[in-house]
């Protein structure tokens, strides 16, 4: 499956302290990007993988008011990395719904590479240094599959939540489907991925970091 997440990014370093990045940001600011996921299937059980990469690098410059001109360029590189890996087992197939019992693994990787350029009557310095948003590893697990409405349109869904780095991680997805052909699903779903890295903020300075928003996709099966 190949597909476009429209997603908001938002969270919290603290009390009083969240941050929200909306989807055009991101857009605007997109060096890179992949979404996608496989998924393979013997009898009843299945393994499938999901991951979403996105490099997004910014420049903000500020001239300040005072006496002697100060001028601040910011340069912001974030690259970040959430993947899920995990096995499934089949609970229930009938006249095209299907339920399975998943559990596996989720890692999210975020990090920024920040370059700071100060220019004080006309002398400057530059400094570069990396600040670990947050990084965790969870074991998860939920359940997945597909509601059939008619010969070709239904209603997938997923569910899972999870702990381990974090102190609770949860995620959900559902929307509709539609058998364009046999080989191919056209699918819009809306999709909300959340962890909550409690007060030591995991292996990085975010409490709370969440992904969440309308997905389009298409799914080929061989």
Same mark, same amino acid.
């Given at each position: 499956?190949?597909?476009?997440?429209? $997603?908001?990014? /938002? &969270? @919290?370093?603290?009390?009083?302290? #969240?941050?929200?990045?909306? %989807?055009?940001?991101?857009?605007?600011?997109?060096?890179?990007? %992949?979404?996608?996921? %496989?998924? +393979?299937?013997?009898?009843?059980?299945?393994?499938?993988? @999901?991951?979403?990469?996105? @490099?997004?690098?910014?420049?903000?410059?500020?001239? /300040?008011?005072?006496?002697?001109? $100060?001028?601040? =360029?910011t340069s912001?590189?974030? /690259? &970040?990395?959430?993947?899920?890996?995990?096995?499934?087992?089949?609970?229930?197939?009938?006249?095209? /719904?299907?339920?399975?019992?998943?559990?596996? +693994?989720?890692?999210?990787?975020?990090?920024? !590479?920040?370059?700071?350029?100060?220019?004080?009557? !006309?002398?400057?310095?530059?400094?570069?240094? $990396?600040?670990?948003?947050?990084?965790?590893?969870?074991?998860?697990?939920?359940?997945? &599959?597909?509601?059939?409405? *008619?010969k070709r349109?239904?209603?997938?869904?997923?569910?899972?939540?999870? =702990?381990?780095? *974090?102190?609770?991680?949860?995620?959900?997805? =559902?929307?509709?489907?539609?058998?364009?052909?046999?080989?191919?699903?056209?699918?819009?779903?809306?999709?909300h991925l959340?962890?909550?890295? &409690? @007060? !030591?903020?995991? #292996?990085? %300075?975010?409490?709370?970091?969440?992904? *969440?928003?309308?997905?389009?996709?298409?799914?080929?099966?061989?």
């Amino acid at each position: 499956m190949l597909y476009l997440w429209g $997603v908001n990014f /938002s &969270g @919290d370093f603290g009390p009083n302290a #969240d941050f929200e990045v909306p %989807f055009s940001d991101l857009v605007d600011n997109l060096q890179m990007g %992949f979404m996608g996921s %496989f998924q +393979a299937r013997k009898g009843k059980w299945s393994l499938f993988t @999901d991951a979403l990469y996105l @490099d997004v690098a910014s420049d903000k410059t500020h001239v /300040s008011d005072g006496i002697i001109p $100060v001028t601040t =360029t910011t340069s912001l590189d974030m /690259s &970040g990395w959430v993947i899920h890996l995990a096995g499934g087992y089949n609970l229930l197939i009938k006249e095209g /719904s299907r339920l399975d019992l998943i559990a596996g +693994a989720r890692y999210m990787d975020l990090g920024s !590479d920040i370059a700071l350029n100060i220019e004080v009557l !006309d002398n400057n310095g530059t400094s570069t240094f $990396v600040i670990p948003l947050s990084t965790a590893l969870d074991a998860i697990v939920g359940v997945k &599959g597909q509601l059939a409405l *008619s010969k070709r349109w239904s209603l997938p869904y997923y569910l899972d939540i999870g =702990t381990g780095d *974090s102190d609770f991680t949860w995620q959900a997805m =559902t929307g509709i489907s539609f058998e364009a052909a046999n080989w191919v699903d056209l699918s819009l779903v809306y999709r909300h991925l959340e962890w909550d890295l &409690g @007060d !030591d903020g995991s #292996d990085g %300075f975010i409490k709370n970091v969440n992904f *969440s928003g309308p997905a389009f996709g298409a799914v080929f099966h061989f």
